[in-house]
């Protein structure tokens, strides 16, 4: 009994001389990893995190811990913009050249962040071969990606997804002459979905198309609407036409729904298709400019049309080189519409007074005093005819003197003119696009999912 004693204190002596370990993160208990966790608010982060090891992406992957990520950060940050890169601004008239090949070039807000090869849509295109003739019939899910023959363009973002025309290259006709098919895409995971045209409508001119909340949450890819803005014109009156609006959800029980809602005053026409530009969209309307001196405005939700007459002082034929409506929010966040116009020299920004909804300037500058301390190409017989604009943003007006292309954009907040910004070397519109919400974790995201893959891995191997 003695030696047995004297064995347990040997043994007693030895623990307590062992060095103490120190603690890591996997000692943290899950209460306390989820808290450091949701300190990351960026799904960049977040996915980086997810790849530290499988604890971390079980616990990021969880629907609890992203829903209180969301309601903490709210949604995902702008990572960059899609520039359309056309090769012509709009002329006189106000018609774009032809979109050109490839819809839009990347450029991530942060470089140093953000991969911007993430955001590339060369998923969505197939090279042509030496013997590959144009194709004009297309067939959806064969082949899988979209033919290069097809005509494409940019011409909405939400979120993550983006919105493009896909309709046959046809040189002879105006794109705006004719519907063109969809498709909605999310660039990061390279998921994509066809939405072909309403069959009974594929006749008739499209005004504008735009992507929508779908109203649930889950994957974005089944969370979102298209709204598609066609012109019937007059069978009697050639001159007049009447707006349509046809929404297309996803799922099952999706597809287009036709809207038939006409002006509130039935007596009024909207004239040829031709005088019809997109002026903007703002506090969840959109709004037409037409060369007549109104604006037609639909309301996102009610699907409802409607016509607007400003004031004398802001009057005139609204082309889509001069007139542009914009929301008053910096991320998004449209409470009210204010309206940008180039008037002769003068570029003048209005506004709406918010008690008594009076339309007031709040801003002008001149044009041809503001540009000529820049540098780059500054002609003296610039602003001889007014200036076009080019794109504008709820911060920003892209513009181009008539005589030549020279882009330089105004901040509206300051008045500033420059030239060295990004969006000033692209002539056509920016999308801004943000990294998918919820983040796309898919391997080893339960528990158990180790195991299960090392039998498969062990079933290939013939164990």
Same mark, same amino acid.
């Given at each position: 009994?003695?030696?047995?004693?004297?064995?347990?204190?040997?043994?007693?002596?030895?623990?307590?001389?062992?060095?103490?370990?120190?603690?890591?993160?996997?000692?943290?208990?899950?209460?306390?990893?989820?808290?450091?966790?949701?300190?990351?608010?960026?799904?960049?982060?977040?996915?980086?995190?997810?790849?530290?090891?499988?604890?971390?992406?079980?616990?990021?992957?969880?629907?609890?811990?992203?829903?209180?990520?969301?309601?903490?950060?709210?949604?995902?940050?702008?990572?960059?913009?899609?520039?359309?890169?056309?090769?012509?601004?709009?002329?006189?008239?106000?018609?774009?050249?032809?979109?050109?090949?490839?819809?839009?070039?990347?450029?991530?807000?942060?470089?140093?962040?953000?991969?911007?090869?993430?955001?590339?849509?060369?998923?969505?295109?197939?090279?042509?071969?030496?013997a590959d003739r144009p194709r004009r019939r297309y067939y959806y899910n064969y082949p899988r990606r979209v033919r290069h023959n097809r005509c494409r363009e940019i011409v909405d973002s939400r979120g993550s997804l983006l919105l493009l025309t896909n309709g046959p290259r046809r040189e002879s006709i105006h794109p705006r002459r004719w519907s063109p098919d969809f498709i909605v895409c999310e660039s990061v995971s390279r998921r994509y979905q066809g939405i072909a045209r309403p069959a009974d409508l594929s006749h008739l001119p499209l005004l504008g198309a735009f992507l929508l909340d779908g109203g649930?949450?889950?994957?974005?890819?089944?969370?979102?609407?298209?709204?598609?803005?066609?012109?019937?014109?007059?069978?009697?009156?050639?001159?007049?036409?009447?707006?349509?609006?046809?929404?297309?959800?996803?799922?099952?029980?999706?597809?287009?729904?036709?809207?038939?809602?006409?002006?509130?005053?039935?007596?009024?026409?909207?004239?040829?298709?031709?005088?019809?530009?997109?002026?903007?969209?703002?506090?969840? =309307?959109?709004?037409?400019?037409?060369?007549?001196?109104? !604006? *037609?405005?639909?309301? /996102?939700? #009610?699907?409802? %049309? +409607?016509?607007?007459?400003?004031?004398?002082?802001?009057?005139?034929?609204?082309?889509?080189?001069?007139?542009?409506?914009?929301?008053?929010?910096?991320?998004?966040?449209?409470?009210?519409?204010?309206?940008?116009?180039?008037?002769?020299?003068?570029?003048?920004?209005?506004?709406?007074?918010?008690?008594?909804?009076?339309?007031?300037?709040?801003?002008?500058?001149?044009?041809?005093?503001?540009?000529?301390?820049?540098?780059?190409?500054?002609?003296?017989?610039?602003?001889?005819?007014?200036? =076009?604009?080019?794109?504008?943003?709820?911060?920003?007006? !892209? *513009?181009?003197?008539? /005589?030549? #292309?020279?882009? %330089? +954009?105004?901040?509206?907040?300051?008045?500033?003119?420059?030239?060295?910004?990004?969006?000033?070397?692209?002539?056509?519109?920016?999308?801004?696009?943000?990294?998918?919400?919820?983040?796309?974790?898919?391997?080893?995201?339960?528990?158990?999912?180790?195991?299960?893959?090392?039998?498969?891995?062990?079933?290939?191997?013939?164990?």
């Amino acid at each position: 009994m003695g030696k047995g004693r004297r064995r347990n204190r040997s043994t007693a002596k030895q623990r307590r001389s062992l060095p103490a370990v120190p603690a890591t993160v996997d000692d943290l208990p899950d209460e306390l990893l989820d808290r450091l966790l949701l300190y990351l608010g960026s799904p960049l982060d977040l996915i980086r995190a997810a790849a530290t090891c499988k604890r971390w992406r079980r616990t990021i992957a969880d629907k609890g811990f992203l829903g209180r990520s969301y309601a903490i950060h709210g949604a995902p940050r702008v990572a960059g913009h899609y520039y359309v890169t056309d090769t012509q601004p709009p002329d006189v008239t106000g018609v774009l050249r032809w979109p050109p090949q490839k819809p839009a070039a990347f450029v991530p807000t942060s470089p140093a962040v953000v991969d911007g090869s993430l955001f590339s849509l060369d998923f969505l295109y197939v090279p042509p071969e030496e013997a590959d003739r144009p194709r004009r019939r297309y067939y959806y899910n064969y082949p899988r990606r979209v033919r290069h023959n097809r005509c494409r363009e940019i011409v909405d973002s939400r979120g993550s997804l983006l919105l493009l025309t896909n309709g046959p290259r046809r040189e002879s006709i105006h794109p705006r002459r004719w519907s063109p098919d969809f498709i909605v895409c999310e660039s990061v995971s390279r998921r994509y979905q066809g939405i072909a045209r309403p069959a009974d409508l594929s006749h008739l001119p499209l005004l504008g198309a735009f992507l929508l909340d779908g109203g649930g949450g889950g994957d974005t890819m089944s969370n979102f609407r298209v709204l598609s803005v066609l012109y019937e014109p007059d069978r009697w009156r050639y001159q007049f036409g009447t707006p349509r609006a046809c929404v297309f959800a996803p799922g099952s029980d999706g597809g287009w729904h036709l809207c038939w809602h006409t002006m509130d005053d039935g007596n009024v026409d909207v004239p040829l298709v031709e005088t019809i530009h997109l002026a903007g969209r703002a506090a969840g =309307r959109v709004y037409w400019g037409i060369e007549d001196g109104t !604006v *037609l405005v639909l309301d /996102e939700s #009610t699907l409802k %049309f +409607s016509l607007l007459t400003f004031p004398s002082q802001m009057r005139g034929p609204y082309r889509r080189t001069s007139f542009r409506v914009i929301g008053s929010g910096v991320d998004g966040e449209d409470k009210a519409a204010r309206v940008v116009r180039v008037d002769g020299e003068e570029l003048e920004v209005f506004g709406q007074l918010p008690d008594f909804g009076e339309w007031v300037m709040e801003k002008s500058i001149r044009l041809r005093d503001a540009t000529a301390g820049l540098p780059g190409g500054r002609d003296y017989r610039f602003f001889r005819l007014p200036a =076009r604009i080019v794109t504008a943003g709820n911060t920003f007006v !892209v *513009l181009t003197p008539a /005589e030549k #292309t020279w882009l %330089f +954009s105004v901040e509206l907040e300051t008045m500033e003119v420059e030239r060295e910004h990004v969006r000033n070397r692209h002539i056509g519109p920016s999308y801004p696009c943000a990294l998918p919400w919820p983040p796309v974790l898919q391997a080893c995201v339960h528990r158990g999912d180790d195991v299960v893959g090392k039998r498969r891995r062990q079933r290939r191997k013939g164990w």
